[in-house]
């Protein structure tokens, strides 16, 4: 069963309505956007290339990449590489993968639109000139320091820089110079002049934001041929201009920068550089996942300081982690669905992630037997070196699919918890006779019954295997099986024919819900139990595993093949998630 088909390629049956979808709605009703030869909603991913994806990416990705599928209009991919220093071509690489593989594609018609900002910037920079020329922009050739204490705070005015009013002349000379690489890193910097008393606003992003820093760094795809590189609140609103983006979503923490982004394009309209009407900006909610950190300087850490293994540790919220784990495309859009979006922000619980998943496995994920705490149990009375076939359903609700087969011995495992030396109340499982009382009796779950005589321990007093007699008539599947009655139905494997696999069972990375909330350290609330490998033992089919492969394993959860370890023959399984949620109170 391959697990990277079935892209969530068709819009859902019945999107749910938000604030989006009506200004939308309105936009299209009004024909605010009609253009020729454009649909009237173009939105954009816009990821800074400085570090891999992760699940509140993933929020945005389904939003800005489903809307537009749900309109019939166009989503473009654009790197926002304009900061050289933190950029390389690795997170471009692993960024346009994860896109691709949770569903989506920028290609339409042909046409492949993929975009980087980089693309921009001899147009960026014309506009730069532009804005110095007309008044709109000046060189401030302040220290940081000094620029820092003039800038003022949330309750104090700004300053107004020393060279706030220096003649464009001046500037327009100097901001050349620093393209033509006679500055350092720091010397001169320059800044938007929003209006005569920006250095008042109460917005601290319009007290003469900077918009080009010079920065003397190898860029990973225009090499060096800069040296001055704009800002992410300049490139980012004439980006979505250049590329005729009619709505530009952003997470709420780009409320106070709107200001700035209306002001910039409507500046730039009015010196005949764009066409009216130009983008929009609207911010929703970002997405507060419990018991996850998703801070890209917090989850480098947890890398650089091998506490995972690395970007795509099954551990990780990232999506590359999230897909080693054996999370699927539909399960994370299911669960983008399910939450919604608000604009007010707010903490969604794991669990909601954990059941999208267990809805979109349990209804496709074929079913294996597996033993993962493993104690031998000997059927006394079963001939030696024989073997009978077993069968069960690959699904039992996919009949189609039809069945699996595997072999009952005289040796098999079970799980250790289905034995105990003095059962207690209520327990139906293996136990042996004591006294007058004979041993229990239980099903092997699609074999037969038997009755539990006896068990071995080792000199510690271990429990090292289990005696038992079969009923030789009670073989699930035919007539006889229909006169014993049981309470107990166990899970098996052969021992002789049995796959030993490793198994990881991957739990939660953190034990606290907010585990960086208030200023904790968040490496206190690591999980100590987050990972634990077993050797366990599985049905014989299962060594035909391959990677990315996802199975249930038949009482214990949803595992998946792993995609990095895996090798023919010898598959190494991840588990996805418990079959409940083990950590509802």
């Not at 991919?77 to 690489?93: I, S």
């Not at 539909?330 to 992630?353: H, N, P, Y």
Request: proline share 6%; with cysteine; charged share 25%.
């Amino acid at each position: 069963m391959s697990n990277d088909k079935n892209k969530a390629d068709a819009a859902p049956a019945a999107p749910t309505s938000n604030f989006l979808r009506a200004i939308i709605d309105n936009d299209i009703a009004a024909g605010t956007h009609v253009r020729a030869g454009l649909p009237q909603v173009i939105t954009r991913f816009p990821p800074e290339p400085n570090g891999y994806l992760h699940v509140g990416h993933a929020k945005s990705i389904c939003l800005n990449f489903g809307l537009a599928r749900d309109y019939q209009g166009l989503c473009h991919l654009r790197f926002d590489d304009t900061n050289p220093a933190k950029e390389e071509q690795e997170y471009v690489d692993t960024i346009i993968d994860s896109v691709k593989w949770l569903g989506f594609s920028w290609e339409q018609e042909g046409k492949d639109h993929l975009y980087y900002a980089s693309d921009y910037f001899d147009k960026l920079y014309e506009m730069a000139e532009y804005l110095i020329s007309a008044g709109f922009a000046y060189v401030d050739s302040q220290s940081a320091e000094d620029m820092a204490k003039n800038r003022g705070n949330f309750g104090t005015p700004g300053t107004n820089s020393p060279f706030r009013n220096r003649p464009a002349e001046e500037s327009l000379a100097i901001f050349r110079d620093m393209k033509a690489g006679k500055y350092k890193d720091g010397e001169h910097i320059l800044r938007a002049k929003v209006s005569e008393d920006a250095m008042a606003s109460p917005n601290m992003n319009l007290r003469d934001p900077a918009i080009y820093r010079i920065r003397h760094a190898h860029h990973h795809r225009t090499g060096d041929d800069w040296c001055i590189y704009p800002m992410y609140d300049y490139t980012h609103p004439i980006s979505d201009a250049l590329e005729n983006i009619t709505h530009s979503l952003c997470t709420l923490e780009f409320q106070d920068h709107r200001p700035f982004y209306d002001w910039l394009l409507a500046t730039l309209a009015e010196g005949g550089f764009f066409q009216q009407p130009v983008p929009r900006q609207y911010e929703f909610a970002r997405m507060n996942l419990t018991y996850v950190v998703t801070s890209k300087r917090k989850l480098r850490q947890l890398v650089d300081e091998n506490i995972v293994s690395g970007w795509d540790d099954p551990l990780m919220p990232t999506i590359v982690g999230l897909r080693r784990r054996g999370y699927t495309p539909e399960s994370i859009q299911l669960f983008c669905e399910r939450i919604g979006v608000s604009k007010a922000d707010g903490w969604i619980d794991m669990s909601t992630l954990e059941g999208s998943l267990r809805d979109d496995l349990d209804p496709k994920a074929p079913r294996a037997a597996a033993v993962l705490r493993p104690l031998k149990l000997i059927i006394d009375n079963f001939p030696e070196g024989e073997s009978v076939d077993c069968s069960a359903p690959v699904h039992p609700h996919l009949p189609e699919l039809g069945n699996r087969s595997f072999p009952i011995t005289k040796n098999l495992w079970i799980e250790q918890e289905d034995f105990m030396e003095v059962p207690v109340k209520g327990y139906f499982r293996l136990f042996p006779p004591s006294g007058e009382t004979a041993g229990s009796r239980v099903r092997l779950r699609y074999g037969y019954v038997i009755e539990c005589t006896g068990f071995d321990k080792d000199a510690d007093g271990n429990v090292i295997a289990v005696h038992a007699n079969y009923f030789e008539d009670s073989k699930s599947g035919t007539e006889g099986a229909n006169t014993y009655k049981v309470k107990g139905n166990i899970h098996w494997v052969s021992a002789d024919a049995a796959l030993e696999a490793e198994v990881r069972l991957y739990d939660r990375l953190f034990t606290d819900p907010n585990p960086d909330a208030g200023g904790k350290d968040f490496k206190l609330a690591l999980n100590p139990n987050a990972l634990e490998v077993v050797t366990a033992y599985l049905e014989p089919g299962m060594k035909d595993a391959v990677g990315d492969q996802r199975f249930q394993f038949e009482r214990h959860g949803y595992f998946v093949a792993d995609r990095v370890d895996s090798t023919p023959g010898k598959p190494v399984f991840n588990r996805i998630t418990t079959l409940k949620d083990s950590w509802a109170k």
